[in-house]
């Protein structure tokens, strides 16, 4: 029998120095959201919807991936330049019925919290909700 002294793997493939700077831009990418933006529940909850918020010559336009939700589940609000779209996305069916190898879909509350670059005429807002996607369109 033959004994070979082991090396412990090299897991730090980047220098001290790069992981510090990789670390700074992490840092700099979490906390540099503005707060109105960058609310608790879309950190801690794990659950928040993709948006793009961007402006036409007569709106500003904000779209929202929402699959799987119902109309009546989804709340929009505008309230002193800020928007606000909340809801609800239910579970399917029970995971206790069968055995689950992977659930990767969120369910539960979400909020999300923009704050609108531009003062918009709240009475004017039009919501549609077509195929998952929810389009708000705000002159």
């Known amino acids: 029998m033959r004994l070979v002294r082991m090396n412990r ?14 670390l700074g831009e992490e840092m700099n990418r979490l906390f540099g959201a503005p707060a109105a933006e960058a609310t608790s529940s879309e950190f801690f909850n794990g659950w928040a919807p993709a948006l793009d918020l961007s402006e036409d010559s007569d709106n500003l336009v904000v779209t929202v991936e929402l699959p ?4 009546e589940d ?4 505008v309230h002193e330049g800020v928007l606000i779209v909340a809801g609800e996305r239910k579970r399917e069916r029970s995971v206790n019925a069968a055995q689950a190898y992977r659930t990767e879909r969120f369910h539960g509350r ?8 531009k003062p918009v005429k709240i009475a004017s807002i039009k919501a549609a909700y077509n195929n998952g996607i929810l389009t708000i369109s705000m002159p």
Do not use: Y
């Not at 979400?110 to 670059?117: A, D, E």
């Open 9 to 22: 793997p090299d897991f730090w493939v980047l220098s001290p120095f790069e992981q510090l700077t990789g």
């Open 68 to 71: 799987g939700m119902k109309k």
């Open 74 to 77: 989804i709340q929009v609000t």
């Open 110 to 117: 979400f909020h999300r919290t923009i704050s609108l670059p």
